[in-house]
């Protein structure tokens, strides 16, 4: 076999086709999330996942080839999770109020299950597992989607802008989980306070 045609290490081996198999997958991805909350990298391997999800080792390496491929249906699994809330904040009439809530989201996020946020911002700065984890729909885009809109001040390079967003909130959300925060509110309020006096120019948002 060609070293081309060999299968990736970072993709799953298959997807599950009968809602069973699709059960058994998700409970090998929480195994997952699970070991790496409780033992860290240090104890995080594929058997250590089978135990805790209750399958074979070998069920398992049906669906995923290696650790580094569970870490990547992980990360997506989060991404997929926040996007759904995050996108939530198109509904709302305005761009601050829309803001408002995106910003609400990515602070849920990182304190939702903090020590399982922080090791996946770790697993997130190796780019093989950031791209293969990477979706179509992303952060960056909301954000894209929300500061051009009527309401919001007028911004000469937004997709400059939203950049600078995802900085600023994934900066201040990360380094926040990194110190063990647990105020959902407060860790808010700084964020908003950055982000909006950001786009206004720090001359504050009304």
């Not at 399958?55 to 290696?66: A, K, M």
């Not at 699994?77 to 995050?86: G, K, L, N, T, V």
């Not at 990182?110 to 996946?120: H, T």
């Not at 380094?175 to 105020?183: I, L, V």
């Amino acid at each position: 076999m060609s070293r081309s045609s060999r299968p990736s290490p970072l993709k799953p081996r298959k997807a599950p086709s009968q809602p069973r198999a699709a059960e058994t997958v998700a409970s090998i991805v929480e195994a997952a999330a699970q070991v790496l909350e409780s033992a860290g990298f240090e104890g995080f391997n594929t058997n250590a996942v089978a135990r805790r999800a209750g399958v074979s080792i070998g069920s398992l390496y049906q669906y995923f080839p290696s650790k580094d491929a569970l870490t990547i249906a992980l990360m997506r699994r989060e991404a997929d999770i926040f996007y759904e809330d995050a996108s939530r904040g198109l509904e709302h009439p305005t761009g601050k109020a829309a803001m408002d809530y995106l910003i609400s989201a990515a602070v849920r996020q990182q304190l939702r299950r903090p020590a399982l946020a922080r090791l996946l911002d770790v697993e997130e700065s190796r780019p093989a597992l950031r791209r293969e984890a990477a979706g179509s729909e992303t952060f960056q885009t909301l954000l894209a989607t929300i500061i051009v809109r009527d309401d919001m001040p007028t911004q000469k390079r937004p997709d400059v802008v939203a950049a600078d967003l995802i900085a600023i909130i994934r900066g201040m959300v990360d380094a926040a989980g990194q110190r063990g925060e647990k105020d959902v509110k407060d860790l808010g309020r700084r964020v908003r306070a950055a982000v909006f006096g950001y786009l206004s120019g720090g001359a504050g948002f009304d």
